[in-house]
């Protein structure tokens, strides 16, 4: 069974750019999780999806971050501006289900702002 | 809301000593425990969990982590550890609404020497 798959690896951009992140979950899975992993921490969730619809973004800073999953399969995150703070790993996940399933990750974008 | 404290960065060990990593969260409800690693390069995979039932859940390769409600600590342990087992450590915590997110705490990086 292939995993989560996340591209790019690796983006280097200037601050005010504009950045996409593209995830592509566990075939199947109804839910998807976009994290945030700033150097020295824990992720943390910036939005969920259940199949197409947005079950919980109250952390996703919207007046710069976006996020959507046509169609409930592929998901694609996108910054626009960037500032410096928003350097980080971005990681995506999936599960079968909300809640008590296991969350599988993929290998995340590591995004530098300059 | 929940919050997950790991009060070790780093804990760095000699091979085939014991090792525990230390996790205390805080919650106003019940909760469901889980630690996740991530070994260098790679995304975050599930390590054990506790749901319910008994307090001590084991993994497949060693690592147990035990459940106690009075002391708020979900600490993993393992007898023996092996070169491979460097990595970092993740502890998270969910209410037990089979509808929250994951909250994460920092991450204790496990480094293992010869």
């Known amino acids: 069974e292939a995993g989560v798959a996340q591209s790019p690896r690796y983006k280097i951009i200037e601050k005010r750019q504009s950045v996409a992140f593209w995830c592509n979950p566990i075939?199947?899975?109804?839910?998807l999780y976009w994290y945030q992993q700033i150097l020295g921490q824990g992720p943390k969730l910036l939005i969920q999806?259940?199949?197409?619809?947005?079950?919980?973004d109250s952390q996703l800073p919207k007046d710069r971050f976006s996020a959507e999953r046509l169609k409930g399969v592929d998901s694609t995150l996108k910054i626009q501006p960037a500032k410096l703070e928003d350097s980080a790993v971005y990681l995506c996940?999936?599960?079968?289900?909300?809640?008590?399933?296991?969350?599988?990750f993929g290998p995340g974008t590591r995004l530098t702002v300059l | 809301a929940q919050s997950v404290t790991q009060l070790d960065s780093q804990v760095p060990v000699f091979e085939e000593a014991p090792v525990e990593l230390r996790c205390n969260y805080s919650?106003?409800?019940?909760?469901?425990l889980f630690w996740y690693v991530q070994y260098p390069n790679q995304g975050l995979q599930l390590l054990l969990k506790?749901?319910?039932?008994?307090?001590l859940v084991e993994s497949i390769n060693g690592f147990e982590a035990e459940f106690n409600k009075s002391q708020t600590s979900f600490h993993l342990r393992k007898p023996s550890v092996h070169i491979s087992d460097t990595a970092e450590y993740f502890c998270?915590?969910?209410?037990?609404?089979?509808?929250?997110?994951?909250?994460f705490g920092k991450g204790t990086m496990l480094l293992v020497s010869p």
């Open positions: 919650s106003s409800v019940s909760v469901y």
């Open positions: 075939s199947g899975h109804a839910t």
């Open positions: 506790y749901l319910s039932g008994s307090t």
């Open positions: 996940a999936s599960s079968s289900r909300q809640g008590t399933d296991t969350q599988y």
């Open positions: 999806f259940q199949n197409n619809g947005v079950v919980d």
């Open positions: 998270a915590v969910s209410d037990d609404s089979g509808y929250s997110t994951l909250t």
